[in-house]
């Protein structure tokens, strides 16, 4: 931390009815008061959570820039516990750059990304986990998301992971309190209670870093791919879904030779549908490497669509289905039977064995069907206000080294293994827990974590 005063445009390029500019730092709000001269009170006068109409001037030539309104926060009470102004002038990008020059020419300097946020996270005003639901906040992208991250930043997620901490701590201790009274050979907390104990934490850290997995379904969309041979129908039915020519449809085989992705809302739920490269035999080589995205699309995603022409032979289906089945799941392979318009699905149905969707891809009101499927089959992959999941890939990493360590104690359980070695690995768990919220930080992981923010959070 530093004692700079700070400065940034906190909302986004473009011209707009309002922008805003954001000072903070020790002396910000008389720094201000340098270029913004208010016609009832000057801002230093100004108590806390006070706001005042006034003009930015420049004070080289007295030229008045622009009018507008300036919001005083008094340290400690304020986002990042520091004075801070909150500039609100007109959007237009002229005025807030001419703005942020008068402040720095009066020695405020240009915010890092995130740093407004990091000096709350130092000020002690949110943890580290909650410092990173600011981010996720700003980038939600669906209401499932922002749940999630409305949750954690209200301190729900924190909250779990220091019960879990302090119920470590709490048996750390005892084991060696009996380190210290090894001589009289007592036993402050009985095996079989620890044992019991560690299983349960070690559950739920277990399920909280599985958490992470549906959490980044529910964040960026649920990832669902349309396969299957060339011109079967495949990228028709990624332009009925998404009511737009995202891909070109043609006769000509191998069109479509990569991956084409968009983002679909079902009844409140986000989907990424991908459309694949046609599988078939080539010797084309740009070709052979769509298609190998195809099957990495497959093993990548939650639902694959296999697109089945009811027109054409069904000698290969049974082939396909193997190759499609080396990549993922078979609950995770749905047949569709497209073309139901020109030919009847029954000789499909009965080469897959299985029971098929069967829909025309061009008719829109076929196309509903998919959608249905697609509604029922993630109708639990929502976030209700209040769950609590792992929302990013640091805090998964570091729970899963919780639960590690955690099988390590129970191991030396088993094995009847002495105090001193289950009392490290105790002392571990309890570490990576503190780290999940920042109890326990370096600087690289500080900078890493706020370099990924936007400039004025």
């Known amino acids: 931390m530093t004692n700079d ?23 910000s709000i008389e720094l201000v008061e340098k270029i913004f001269r208010s016609p009832k009170a000057p801002l230093s006068t100004l108590e806390g959570y006070r706001a005042t109409y006034g003009w930015i001037v420049d004070p080289a030539n007295g030229e008045r820039i622009d009018d507008g309104m300036a919001l005083v926060y008094r340290a400690p009470h304020s986002y990042t516990g520091e004075d801070t102004v909150e500039l609100t002038l007109h959007g237009n990008p002229l005025i807030l750059s001419l703005s942020m020059q008068l402040l720095l020419n009066q020695g405020a300097r240009l915010a890092e990304p995130g740093e407004y946020t990091r000096r709350a996270f130092a000020a002690g005003k949110m943890d580290l986990s909650q410092a990173e639901a600011v981010a996720d906040i700003v980038a939600s992208e669906n209401r499932a998301a922002l749940r999630l991250s409305v ?26 309190l009996e380190l210290d009274f090894s001589e009289e050979d007592v036993e402050f907390v009985p095996r079989e209670e620890l044992t019991r104990k560690c299983q349960e934490i070690l559950r739920e850290t277990t399920e909280l870093a599985d958490s992470y997995r549906v959490s980044q379904v529910i964040k960026e969309g649920i990832p669902i791919a349309i396969v299957g041979e060339t011109n079967v129908g495949k990228s028709t039915l990624l332009n009925t879904l998404l009511g737009e020519d995202k891909a070109i449809v043609s006769d000509i085989h191998g069109t479509t030779r990569d991956t084409i992705e968009d983002t679909l809302y079902i009844r409140g739920q986000q989907f990424r549908i991908i459309d694949t490269a046609g599988i078939r035999t080539t010797e084309d080589t740009i070709e052979n490497i769509g298609i190998e995205r195809s099957f990495a699309a497959v093993k990548k995603a939650a639902l694959t669509l296999w697109v089945i022409d009811a027109t054409k032979d069904t000698t290969g289906l049974g082939a396909m289905y193997r190759s499609l089945a080396e990549h993922t799941e078979p609950e995770r392979i749905v047949p569709v039977i497209n073309k139901c318009d020109l030919a009847g699905p029954e000789q499909a149905q009965q080469a897959i064995g299985a029971t098929a969707l069967t829909i025309s891809a061009r008719e829109h009101g076929s196309v509903e069907k998919v959608k249905d499927l697609l509604s029922q089959r993630f109708d639990g992959y929502q976030a209700e206000v209040g769950d609590v999941m792992v929302t990013n890939l640091r805090q998964a990493n570091a729970l899963a080294e919780a639960s590690e360590h955690l099988q390590g104690v129970l191991e030396k359980l088993d094995l009847g293994l002495s105090g001193d070695l289950i009392a490290q690995d105790l002392r571990a768990a309890t570490a990576d827990l503190a780290t999940v919220i920042g109890e326990v930080t370096t600087d690289n992981l500080l900078h890493n974590i706020f370099a990924n923010f936007c400039i004025g959070k």
């Open 151 to 176: 949750t954690q930043m209200r301190g729900g997620f924190r909250d779990k992971i220091r019960e879990l901490r302090d119920q470590l701590i709490d048996l750390a201790s005892l084991i060696e």
């Open 5 to 27: 005063i700070i400065a940034a445009i906190a909302t986004a390029p473009g011209r707009a009815a309002q922008g805003v500019i954001k000072v903070c730092g020790p002396g």
